[in-house]
């Protein structure tokens, strides 16, 4: 029902900005719940990153990113998008979108929907 593609990602140095995009296909796009994941080595589990509700509102950070990244959404062109500055070597990550209508936000498992990924690479 929807199909998720991100973009946007990059190399860039430390203290550097990027903005992710991710845009859906199908109209269901804006009765979901958009989250941000992302996975920093291959093998490891995918990290909440941030989250908003369908209007854009209940907005959540994970403390790590929290102050540096904005989330938002744009439900006619149905493009979320997560905007990051002061990039840390840390944030190293393949950064991924996901869609749900609700459950436990944190927890990767609960999102039905992910795009592909797309990779940030951030040098020191």
């Known amino acids: 029902q929807v199909q998720l593609v991100e973009s946007g990602g990059g190399l860039v140095q430390a203290g550097g900005s990027l903005r992710l995009s991710c845009t859906a296909s199908g109209r269901a796009f804006r009765s979901y719940s958009v989250g941000w994941f992302r996975r920093q080595a291959p093998g490891n589990g995918r990290e909440f990153v941030a989250?908003?509700?369908?209007?854009?509102?209940?907005?959540d950070y994970a403390d790590s990113v929290k102050g540096r990244f904005t989330v938002s959404r744009d439900n006619a062109k149905r493009t979320a998008y997560l905007e990051m500055i002061s990039l840390k070597p840390e944030d190293t990550a393949v950064y991924y979108c996901s869609a749900q209508s609700g459950g436990s936000r944190r927890d990767p498992r609960s999102w039905g929907y992910w795009g592909q990924g797309t990779q940030v690479t951030v040098s020191a």
């Open positions: 989250a908003l509700d369908w209007v854009g509102g209940n907005i």
